[in-house]
């Protein structure tokens, strides 16, 4: 028959060893949680993580100790006061998938804005020379639109790593030829620059999030 834990009231299935909060059913009784934490798999050690806000400090304490021996540190949950503390705007915590997926949608969506508006100076280019700032955009830079767009909808589909940090490196490579062919940085650039790279930034921190948590996810769904 379930098993009811007596402290956090959580049902686990008959034969359970222990509660998700740590509860031990054949001792009757928290642990020493050090050698019982030290003592499981990891896949035993984050599923309690996908509990951990129902431990008790001390226990939640040896927990991240032991996750950290273990350099899975980021995979703690915070507690409610790190939650309502998720930081600045422009650089947010991440506390579970979901915002770790929406910071990801940043980067999605600076290489989405790029890709259009390349494809658009691009087709320009092909009619007309284009006005400084602009004026070293030839038709080839319908290649950049493609390969953002191609980035961009990796990003928002698979929260791709790969394509976060891809976005960023081609960021930064058509800004440097940018700036070497107008033979300095103007002041308009630069807004711009750090705009775009605090975007593609945030998609690479975003997708980087998001998959260990979904790892946790994943493992406490077992």
């Keep these: 028959m379930p098993l009811t834990c007596p402290r956090c009231k959580l049902v686990s299935p008959d034969g359970a060893e ?9 001792l009757g009784r928290l642990p020493a949680f050090k050698g019982y934490y030290r003592a499981m798999t990891d ?6 993580a996908t509990n ?37 705007w422009w650089w947010p915590v991440m506390p579970d998938g979901e915002s770790a997926k929406k910071v990801a949608m940043y980067g999605a969506t600076a290489a989405f804005f790029l890709a259009a508006l390349y494809a658009i100076l691009a087709v320009i280019s092909i009619f007309t020379h284009l006005s400084p700032p602009l004026d070293y955009v030839r038709p080839n830079a319908i290649v950049d639109a493609l ?8 990003i928002r589909r698979k929260i791709s790593r790969v394509a976060a940090v891809g976005t960023l490196v081609l960021y930064i490579g058509d800004s440097i030829y940018g700036a070497i062919q107008e033979g300095g940085i103007r002041v308009m650039a630069v807004l711009w620059t ?11 921190r975003g997708t980087f999030a998001y998959h260990p948590h979904q790892e946790r996810r994943d493992i406490g769904h077992l």
């Design 18 to 26: 222990r509660c998700d909060c740590g509860y031990d059913f054949k």
């Design 43 to 48: 896949e035993e050690l984050l599923s309690i």
């Design 52 to 88: 951990a806000e129902s431990l008790i400090p001390v226990a939640r304490a040896e927990l991240g100790e032991e996750l950290r021996r273990r350099g899975k540190e980021n995979l703690i949950l915070p507690t409610e006061k790190a939650r309502a503390d998720l930081g600045p």
């Design 147 to 154: 390969i953002f767009a191609f980035l961009g909808l990796m």
């Design 194 to 204: 750090v705009i775009f790279l605090w975007a593609f930034i945030s998609g690479v």
